[in-house]
């Protein structure tokens, strides 16, 4: 079966310093890959997906970047850290028409 | 583009009522899948039952059932009897033949 983890599951960060947010996913190959960010209000946005190694789809310019390094491992970065970065950081993936599944989510911090 | 609204921004019941939440979406794709997640205080996005487009037929599972109308756009969860453990944020998402698109999510707060 699969899973999908993402660490730290809570970082508190000061502002101005750098980020890494890591999503890897087991038990499958090829999956497509997302980063969202929920902040309080709780809706869900979009940040960044992935179709493979190396290629990555920006819905929305921003602080942040990631990267896919690896087929099943999903990256989200930042160089410096604003206080409106903070939130809730979930990852997800799906096969191709598939079901979206998530991770666990990290809680971001900025100070 | 497509859209998915979630009129209802928060619900509060008392334990054993029934409760629906409704989920209007648009789209101009043809083919499309439609979903609902919870999303429990402990934050992760869990997945409650996926829809085809061509599919309409209705379904149940235990306390829950959900009704896609594809007349009136609409997809619909009802849960009966609802219990405590119910309290969540609920996402209604529609895909069609790109990105998952989520509405604003309800919140359901069951009291004992």
């Known amino acids: 079966s699969q899973t999908i983890h993402q660490w730290p599951a809570t970082l508190v960060q000061p502002v101005g310093s750098p980020l890494s947010l890591e999503c890897t996913v087991e038990g499958t190959s090829n999956p497509n890959l997302y980063w969202y960010r929920q902040a309080a209000g709780r809706g869900l946005q979009l940040l960044f997906y992935s179709v493979g190694i190396g290629q990555i789809s920006s819905e929305v310019p921003q602080n942040l970047s990631a990267s896919r390094p690896q087929d099943r491992q999903f990256i989200l970065s930042s160089k410096k850290l604003l206080l409106s970065d903070s939130g809730f950081y979930l990852c997800?993936?799906?096969?191709?028409?598939?079901?979206?599944?998530f991770g666990p989510g990290t809680r971001l911090l900025v100070l | 583009a497509q859209k998915v609204t979630q009129a209802q921004t928060e619900i509060s019941v008392v334990e054993k009522e029934d409760v629906t939440l409704d989920c209007v979406y648009e789209t101009r794709d043809t083919t499309y899948y439609l979903f609902w997640y919870k999303q429990p205080p402990s934050g992760e996005l869990v997945f409650l039952i996926r829809r085809n487009s061509f599919d309409e037929q209705n379904e149940i599972s235990g306390r829950y059932s959900w009704n896609f109308q594809k007349s009136t756009s609409s997809f619909n969860f009802t849960i009966t009897a609802s219990q405590v453990v119910d309290s969540a944020v609920y996402f209604c998402?529609?895909?069609?033949?790109?990105?998952?698109?989520f509405g604003k999510g309800t919140m359901l707060l069951v009291s004992p």
């Open positions: 998402a529609l895909r069609g033949y790109s990105t998952l698109t």
């Open positions: 997800a993936w799906n096969l191709p028409t598939g079901t979206q599944y």
